[in-house]
């Protein structure tokens, strides 16, 4: 019975994006770095939105995992 507890509360955990990833990001014009970390999903956002709007100001911007 614990054994089954362990793997619900672990499947809960996994379902509820609690598993953080980090991001550096890099302007390649200016050197400035954005670090972000968050759920995978969280994550994409932000890299979509800096991409989105750097372009809107001419930013080119490179991201990496951390």
Do not use: R
Request: glycine letters at 10%.
């Amino acid at each position: 019975m614990k054994k089954l507890a362990t793997l619900i509360l672990i499947l809960m955990i996994s379902a509820c994006g609690l598993v953080e990833v980090c991001v550096v990001c890099t302007e390649a014009n200016t050197g400035v770095e954005e670090d972000y970390c968050g759920s995978p999903d969280e994550v994409q956002e932000f890299e979509d939105e800096l991409e989105t709007t750097g372009n809107q100001y001419g930013q080119d911007w490179n991201c990496s995992g951390a």
